[in-house]
């Protein structure tokens, strides 16, 4: 994993989340791929689930249209995107606060390579989550401005129960990092 020290900040955020195309954007299929990816490591059955980085919810909603009975709820740090989310969604900054304990899955969708200390907030994921983390990240991406960190298979490999399968096109990866029942 590379890092570099910029983080998003949150005015960089609720700037995006301002602009005219952001709904379409973020409700668009390019992204919700990312969670069409995140459904099949994910039993079908009843189970609470807790999306970081969900922005205006739209995410968590295509969850519950894929299978109803998946309670799917958001986080955030974006004051803007949490006011205006389509789901119930926690206005919550991981990096200087701890994530809730109460789902069984903890989620995330392109979201860890915004973070310059990705491996922290990913055990904050771990550490809340009763059954597993499941998260997409970009595979080997370009750090840039806004993409600060970077992913390989051997990322992850501090887990002791962890799945990494490529995205068909080799551009993202699917991680699944389940607990164990001692955890």
């Not at 995410?59 to 740090?77: Q, R, S, T, Y």
């Not at 389509?86 to 994530?99: E, G, L, R, S």
């Not at 392109?110 to 990913?122: A, G, N, R, Y």
């Not at 990866?173 to 001692?182: A, G, P």
Request: charged content about 20%; overall charge negative; proline content about 4%.
């Amino acid at each position: 994993m590379e890092s570099n020290k910029n983080e998003n900040t949150l005015k960089w955020w609720n700037n995006r989340y301002t602009l005219t195309d952001a709904q379409q954007v973020w409700s668009s299929q390019k992204r919700l791929k990312f969670y069409d990816m995140i459904a099949t490591a994910i039993p079908k059955k009843p189970a609470t689930i807790l999306d970081i980085g969900s922005g205006f919810g739209f995410g968590p909603a295509h969850l519950m249209n894929i299978f109803k009975d998946w309670c799917v709820e958001g986080l955030d740090f974006s004051d803007k995107a949490c006011v205006e989310s389509v789901v119930k969604t926690h206005c919550v900054d991981v990096i200087a606060n701890n994530i809730p304990e109460s789902y069984d899955y903890v989620v995330s969708a392109e979201t860890l390579e915004h973070f310059s200390k990705p491996m922290v907030i990913l055990d904050k994921m771990y550490k809340a989550a009763r059954k597993a983390v499941v998260l997409t990240v970009p595979y080997e991406g370009v750090i840039s401005s806004i993409h600060v960190s970077s992913f390989g298979r051997q990322t992850f490999d501090m887990y002791p129960d962890v799945r990494t399968e490529l995205s068909p096109d080799n551009h993202f990866m699917l991680v699944v990092v389940t607990k164990s029942n001692n955890s």
